[in-house]
């Protein structure tokens, strides 16, 4: 009998002995199953005591879910990595009917089919769809677009804070499959630069939300709740190949290092590139990966932890009216501020969350709050080249040294395409490094990474660095298609990797390079090392485009449009073609360039050359490494 304590603590009599004993065996799921049932017999009446061999049937079965599918929009593969683990915890879960596919290869109508959709997307810089996600992205936006009533679907959004347009394509994901009539399983999360924590704690509750609405559909069908009928779920064949996540699959492990935990690289070469006289400072760096285990691939970065410099932290300290040695606590760490702010904390870039923070503990600064709260383009006005140093002092405020490394972003790593290959130089990576130095608001300004590569780094001294992959930024997989690779200034980093892979590999393939700087006789990066793989036969042609050395500009768009007739053919005959460089303006230019090229050689209207070039995109054959 339950003693009077326990019934007092217990309404329903039950002591905890005897709930331990009814409840013994049962798993999580099961336990969940059973708290649902039971709610659910006592809403309708415990009169009729369900039949025993139906509650071990009805608790020992997983819940039978409509298919789950998982698209990725990824320019990096980011996106991929996170939808392949999500449908990974989904499995360890018991959910078994998974598919996983890349937008690229999804036909749009195929939504109506959907019942259960998370939707992995990331942004290009100021708002932009990845490839990947465009057509999809387009037809969701479109009057093309079905209403989904019967879609229940989550998001997940990556991008990069120091962006206005932070994690745009997500939202307009989003907020277009609402507007269809779609409803969310969980409200989307938007992930910075460090998305693995967050990805895993929102693919956690997307799960959770779906186990536990399959519980109470079960436990309504059990005690015979009445509810509205929804049609059956198609089982229909993706447009494109997909991934049916198998059980037992083996994802690849996490890098062991990371930005919270990165490999001290010892620097083995330092060399200038560029000649006497030359406006660029250019670097060759060769850091040592003995030891670390790290591997990657042509088209991969090393990211680089900085160090920001100390004029430059001195700046910062005096601007907020601090001590270098005050306490802050960074976690569970307790630092001076001057240690705080050279190793953790971003300070030559602003973004929009800076300004957020800020502004909450200035509130005085009327101004400031405007900026956030108007015209979009005249806060990026701002924004651009100004630091912390600029808004501590443009907008006094009183705060602590705690306050101001709250304020602050955590430092980011810069990532720099690999400039080297690992079978030409086991456990070495190359880097090509501009160092960026400008004059704004009145102050001398340097790039915190390449400032710091370049004047605070010397041979032995360490580097702090980790991979990151570039999944779909790579050579052909067949070793016989040809490629052309288009490179201005430092965008030639990834195309010495790749000639020097494919002259390792002896791939039958042809290589061509369209290489542009401002003058040959300053600026030609590894001019030998071009020369010789063009005698050797590692490149098979070789363009260069010198912009002053000359009275009218000359730039790679412009070798391309010389040479093409042989672009077009080499095209026709499937080779890859790749671009690496400034976004804004050397992107941009190449594509036009292209797609005349494609429309006065193909013959095609110039909507019809548009379409060849997309479709290159799409095939993932035109690639491009841009920033």
């Known amino acids: 009998m339950p003693t009077p304590a326990n019934i007092s603590a217990n309404p329903a009599g039950f002591d905890d002995d005897t709930l331990q004993r009814l409840t013994s065996g049962l798993n999580a799921q099961q336990l969940l199953w059973l708290s649902g049932y039971l709610y659910g017999r006592a809403g309708a009446g415990a009169s009729a005591p369900a039949p025993a061999a139906s509650f071990a049937k009805s608790v020992g079965a997983a819940p039978q879910l409509p298919r789950l599918t998982i698209l990725y929009g990824s320019q990096t593969g980011n996106s991929k990595k996170v939808a392949l683990q999500t449908a990974e915890l989904a499995r360890q879960r018991g959910l078994t009917d998974v598919v996983v596919q890349d937008m690229n290869d999804y036909a749009g109508r195929t939504l109506q089919t959907e019942r259960r959709l998370l939707v992995v997307v990331s942004t290009q810089g100021e708002g932009d769809a990845p490839i990947s996600a465009e057509d999809l992205h387009q037809f969701l936006g479109s009057s093309k677009a079905p209403k989904l009533p019967e879609l229940r679907y989550a998001v997940l959004a990556l991008g990069d804070r120091s962006y206005l347009q932070f994690c745009q394509t997500g ?10 009539g779609a409803q969310r399983l969980v409200e989307r999360v938007d992930c910075d630069v460090d998305f693995q924590e967050p990805a895993r704690q929102w693919a956690e509750r997307v799960l959770a939300e779906l186990l536990a609405g399959a519980q109470l559909d079960s436990v309504a069908a059990e005690v015979g709740i009445r509810q509205e009928a929804t049609p059956s779920s198609r089982i229909v064949v993706p447009a494109g190949p997909a991934v049916n996540f198998p059980l037992g699959i083996e994802l690849e492990e996490p890098l062991e290092y990371s930005r919270h935990n990165p490999f ?9 590139l560029n000649g006497r006289g030359s406006s660029k400072e250019t670097f060759h760096l060769e850091l040592s990966l003995a030891g670390s285990g790290l591997r990657y691939e042509p088209g991969d970065s090393l990211a680089v932890l900085p160090v920001n410099g100390a004029q430059l932290v001195a700046e910062v300290v005096q601007a907020a009216r601090l001590h270098a040695d005050a306490p802050v606590r960074l976690d569970e760490t307790e630092l001076d501020l001057a240690t705080a702010l050279t190793g953790h904390r971003e300070l030559t870039t602003l973004t929009r969350d800076v300004l957020e923070r800020y502004a909450g503990l200035s509130p005085r600064h009327g101004r400031l709050r405007e900026l956030l709260d108007g015209d979009r383009t005249q806060l990026q006005h701002y924004l651009y080249g100004r630091d912390v ?4 002092t443009e907008y006094p405020a009183e705060l602590s040294a705690q306050h101001l490394v ?4 955590p430092l980011q790593s810069r990532a720099y395409s690999i400039a080297s ?3 030409a130089h086991p456990d070495e990576a190359h880097l090509t490094v501009g ?4 004059h704004a608001q009145g102050r001398h300004k340097r790039g915190a990474a390449s400032t710091f590569l370049a004047e605070q780094l010397g041979i032995d001294g360490l580097a702090r660095v980790f991979v990151e992959r570039n999944e779909y930024f790579k050579l052909p997989t067949d070793p016989d298609t040809d490629i052309i690779m288009v490179g201005a200034g430092t965008g030639v980093a990834p195309f010495r990797a790749f000639v020097e892979e494919r002259v390792e590999l002896g791939a039958a393939g042809r290589n061509w390079l369209l290489f542009g700087n401002p003058h040959f006789t300053t600026d030609f990066l590894y001019q ?3 020369q010789q793989h063009l005698k050797r036969g590692g490149l098979h042609q070789f363009d260069v485009a010198f912009s002053r050395d000359q009275a009218d500009k000359l730039y790679v768009q412009h070798r391309l449009l010389e040479n093409a007739r042989d672009v077009f053919g080499w095209l026709e005959n499937g080779a890859h073609f790749y671009v690496c460089g400034d976004k804004t303006r050397l992107a941009s230019a190449i594509q036009t360039a292209l797609t005349t090229i494609v429309q006065q050689q193909g013959g095609f209207s110039a909507d019809d050359a548009a379409a060849y070039v997309h479709n290159l995109k799409k095939q993932r054959r035109y690639l491009e490494d841009v920033y």
């Open 171 to 180: 939202q307009e994901f989003d907020e277009r499959l609402a507007a269809l």
């Open 264 to 272: 001290f690289a010892p620097v083995l070469e330092k060399i200038q």
């Open 389 to 392: 140093a600029d808004l501590l």
């Open 406 to 409: 709250a304020v602050l972003r």
């Open 421 to 423: 290959s690992l079978l």
């Open 435 to 438: 160092a960026l130095r400008y």
């Open 528 to 530: 030998t090392e071009w």
